[in-house]
């Protein structure tokens, strides 16, 4: 199984909080290129291009920047989900190589016999993909890894809007005196919680409901 990290989210946090350092990034709203020339030569940039190469992932430098945002995003999304436990045995894959294509998806998570996959698109930001490819990208994803793995599989899809949140001068891009991604985060998190659960008592409540007829 190829993917670029296999995290759980004990594992997330420490690569966000002691190894790439970004508790505080920021979605910057400049070009991919310009972002990528910022952070060039940082130790984060650094560790994740090193660590494609040893993977042999086929990338390009911009790629490496969206991985951090995407990273920042799916750590703040984790802290917001209530389940301890859910939150605590989701395997997140980044980056996961879909078998027999040259596809990757941008996530995995993965529970029990669910597996949801999320794919991030960049609003305003000069990216390549906008929310009708990666939707698309998405549901393309699902049926491919819905082809070969068993039919007990539930996958589902997820597309996340990423906004900007700051000017190219580092200035913060507030709605409402809250970062613009904050409320999606929430959505994020409630989704992944009621993707996982669902289901989880339905044969229980199907035999209780016999008594009732």
Do not use: H
Request: with cysteine; charged share 35%; net charge neutral.
């Amino acid at each position: 199984m190829k993917c670029l990290f296999r995290l759980d989210c004990e594992k997330l946090q420490k690569l966000v909080e002691k190894e790439l350092y970004l508790k505080n990034w920021l979605v910057r709203n400049d070009k991919i290129k310009n972002r990528k020339e910022s952070i060039s030569y940082s130790d984060r940039f650094k560790i994740l291009k090193e660590r494609a190469k040893y993977l042999d992932y086929s990338f390009d430098d911009n790629e490496v920047v969206s991985w951090l945002d995407t990273l920042n995003i799916m750590y703040y999304t984790f802290g917001r989900i209530e389940d301890e436990y859910l939150k605590n045995n989701i395997v997140v894959l980044q980056e996961f190589c879909i078998p027999y294509s040259n596809k990757r998806a941008d996530y995995l998570l993965v529970y029990d016999n669910k597996i949801l996959i999320i794919e991030f698109s960049f609003d305003k930001l000069g990216y390549e993909f906008n929310y009708e490819t990666k939707l698309q990208q998405a549901i393309d994803y699902k049926e491919l890894l819905g082809n070969i793995l068993p039919k007990e599989i539930d996958i589902g899809t997820y597309t996340f809007l990423l906004a900007p949140e700051e000017d190219k001068y580092g200035n913060l891009l507030k709605i409402n005196d809250k970062l613009p991604n904050n409320s999606k985060m929430d959505n994020l998190a409630n989704y992944i919680e009621k993707f996982f659960k669902k289901n989880k008592k339905l044969a229980l409540d199907s035999l209780l409901k016999l008594d009732e007829e």
